[in-house]
């Protein structure tokens, strides 16, 4: 299997539309189809984008070798509430503002 269907792979295993794909990625939606209909090449940044936005593991996405994903969303959410439990209850206040602001950021986003 190629990067390019790969990358269509885990849009598919998101759920996501590829309009909706595309936005997170910030590029068009036309670039995304023609990556995953293997009309053009998915280069380095791209794949970096994908890695970093969804959570993929970019070895698999470039060779098939290893899991889709670094870690599952349980083990995330799981990995986010032990630090913040590791926090000082001001330091936890402080996080709370900057989600409510990335939640604001992403609603305005859509």
């Known amino acids: 299997m190629t990067v390019n269907k790969r990358i269509k792979q885990v849009r598919q295993t998101l759920g996501m539309k590829q309009v909706d794909f595309s936005k997170a990625i910030y590029v068009s939606n036309g ?3 023609e990556i995953e209909n293997e009309h053009r090449a998915a280069n380095d940044r791209i794949v970096h984008l ?3 936005t969804f959570g993929v593991n970019e070895r698999w996405l470039k ?3 290893g899991a889709m994903f670094q870690s599952s969303p349980l083990e ?3 990995r986010v509430l ?3 439990d590791e926090l ?3 330091f936890q206040e402080y ?3 900057v989600i409510d602001q990335l939640l604001k ?3 305005d986003e859509t």
């Open 63 to 65: 060779t098939g070798e």
């Open 31 to 33: 670039y995304t189809a």
């Open 105 to 107: 950021l992403q609603k």
């Open 95 to 97: 996080a709370m503002l």
């Open 50 to 52: 994908i890695s970093l």
């Open 88 to 90: 000082n209850p001001r």
């Open 82 to 84: 032990s630090l913040f």
């Open 76 to 78: 995330r959410k799981e």
